[in-house]
């Protein structure tokens, strides 16, 4: 049963590009986060995406967008990057119908740095 | 406002000690749920734990303990006879009711960085 998967593992990016990661939920897993992991913070969460529609957003610029597809999968984009992008950003993975647990599986994470 | 404080920026032990990492949250929801989550240096969340609001059994797990108490709004987490392999990052997180299913997020602290010397 393969977990949460996220490419690149690592990326390096100039101020100004754009930026696109991708991640593959767990299976069974319908419901994807994206969370935002500055150096030495705790992750913070950008948005969540279930049948391909944005559901939630934290308090992050339009700068970063995402994507879900049919197979659930996801990709975030930034745009117009900035050096204070430059963090580890970390996917997770539940499943909608279950608020029974509230739990979310979190993948290993896409560290990007801006120069 | 919703917020998960861990004051404890870095903890350094000697190998076998007990360590309690502290958490205290602010929520007005009667229904929540709290996380323990460990980052090792990889980088993926480990899940530890994961809580109710109306749940406030404590709970032993090996090595591991929790101690979650509402009146205090707090759920410290507990080591006994730490391991150099428990060095890593804690975080504590926040999860708060969701009034649909699906759309809750995860509010975690600043996290606690331990350090298990041997």
Do not use: M
């Not at chain 1, 913070?44 to 597809?69: K, L």
């Not at chain 2, 929540?32 to 460990?38: E, I, N, V």
């Not at chain 2, 530890?48 to 749940?55: K, T, V």
């Not at chain 2, 080591?79 to 809750?104: M, W």
């Amino acid at each position: 049963d393969a977990g949460v998967t996220q490419s690149p593992t690592h990326l390096i990016k100039t101020r100004g590009q754009q930026v696109t990661l991708r991640c593959s939920p767990k299976s069974g897993h319908d419901t994807v986060s994206w969370y935002q992991q500055a150096l030495g913070q705790g992750p913070q969460f950008i948005f969540q995406y279930y049948e391909e529609e944005e559901r939630q957003r934290g308090n992050f610029p339009d700068r970063f967008s995402g994507h879900q597809f049919p197979n659930y999968s996801s990709e975030l984009n930034v745009n117009a990057l900035l050096l204070g992008d430059s963090a580890l950003y970390l996917c997770a993975s539940s499943l909608y119908f279950d608020a029974l647990s509230y739990e979310q599986y979190f993948g290993p994470g896409t560290r990007l740095t801006v120069t | 406002a919703q917020k998960v404080t861990q004051a404890q920026t870095e903890i350094s032990v000697v190998e076998k000690e007990d360590v309690t990492l502290d958490c205290v949250y602010e929520t007005r929801d009667t229904t929540y749920y709290l996380f323990w989550y460990k980052q090792p240096p990889s980088g993926e969340l480990v899940f530890l734990i994961r809580r109710n609001s109306f749940d406030e059994q404590n709970e032993i797990s090996g090595r591991y303990s929790w101690n979650f108490q509402k009146s205090t709004s707090s759920f410290n987490f507990t080591i006994t006879a730490s391991q150099v392999v428990d060095s890593a990052v804690y975080f504590c997180a926040l999860s708060p009711e969701a009034y649909t299913s699906g759309t809750y997020k995860y509010i975690f602290g600043t996290g606690t960085r331990l350090k298990v010397l041997a």
